[in-house]
């Protein structure tokens, strides 16, 4: 096939849906622990990267002995931690104690130097928590006051708090996820998108669209809502529709880190998650 020919069925193909499969410019992350806990931290990381992926997310530690252990670990088998995850249910920045305000902010401030130390450049924080004695206005409130103190520490590690969308009640359309990030008027405040979590109140592909560049990361899993009850099940096999999460990752240029996010593991159970990965980023 000439040149003019190819352009030619290539523009035919593009018209009628048929475009080339191409791979989306994005990573593939997956949790820490989602690997082995009967590995060493060493041999963890090695498996990650032989299964495929290129990037690790892990949660907060306190012993710094592990911080190490972990960074060592990640430099050896050349897989980069992109991530830390900062587990804040317990104390969360909307709480009206300020004894949880101080716990949530001290582990907040852990989380953010746990993410400079492995060379991370974001911390997943949940940001509120709507509950009978919290009002939604009081989660909003309470909790940008509380970030905003967080954002010094933020610049000067170079760490972006990455504040995610779970089922706590709070952010529940996309046009209030991108509000909430826009009124902290600062590059140290983004958004974390779980694909997922929305889709029982939303579509994936509209919150996407919607927040666009205030994405810093992606979570990815899948689900089925049935009688009335949630299932947790493999990628591609749940009500996500995949191919339109495809198109939007693509028009909005999402061009970071997409973390799965399942139960863990063993060597050919990580192999084939990997492998869904990568339908999903190749638009299959």
């Given amino acids: 096939m000439n040149r003019r020919n190819f352009l030619t069925a290539s523009a035919a193909a593009v018209a009628t849906g048929r475009a080339s ?37 892990c949660a907060r530690r306190l012993d710094e002995r592990e911080v190490e252990e972990i960074k060592d670990a ?51 924080l949940v940001p509120a928590v709507v509950s009978p004695e919290t009002s939604y206005r009081d989660a909003w409130e309470r909790s940008q006051r509380q970030i905003r103190k967080l954002i010094p520490l933020a610049e000067e590690l170079k760490v972006v708090i990455a504040v995610e969308n779970v089922w706590n009640k709070f952010l529940l359309s996309p046009l209030e996820f991108a509000r909430y990030v826009d009124e902290f008027q600062s590059p140290w405040v983004r958004a974390y998108f779980d694909v997922a979590n929305v889709v029982l109140f939303g579509y994936p592909q509209d919150w996407l669209s919607t927040l666009g560049k205030r994405i810093v990361k992606v979570h990815i899993k899948d689900f089925k809502f049935e009688k009335g009850q949630v299932q947790w099940i493999p990628l591609n096999e749940g009500q996500v529709d995949w191919k339109a999460v495809y198109g939007a990752l693509a028009e909005i240029n999402y061009r970071g880190t997409a973390t799965v996010e399942l139960p863990g593991g063993d060597e050919a159970y990580l192999r084939e998650v990997s492998r869904r990965v990568d339908r999903i980023l190749t638009g299959v």
């Fill in 74 to 124: 990640s430099e050896s088998a050349k897989i980069r931690i992109h991530s830390v995850l900062n587990r804040s249910w317990k104390n969360p920045l909307s709480s009206s104690d300020p004894a949880v305000i101080a716990e949530g902010l001290k582990g907040m401030e852990v989380s953010l130097r746990n993410a400079h130390r492995y060379g991370a450049d974001s911390v997943l």
């Fill in 21 to 57: 499969v191409s791979r989306l410019p994005i990573k593939k992350g997956v949790q820490l622990e989602m690997l082995p806990e009967t590995l060493s931290f060493r041999e963890r990381f090695q498996l990650a990267r032989d299964v495929g992926f290129d990037e690790i997310e």
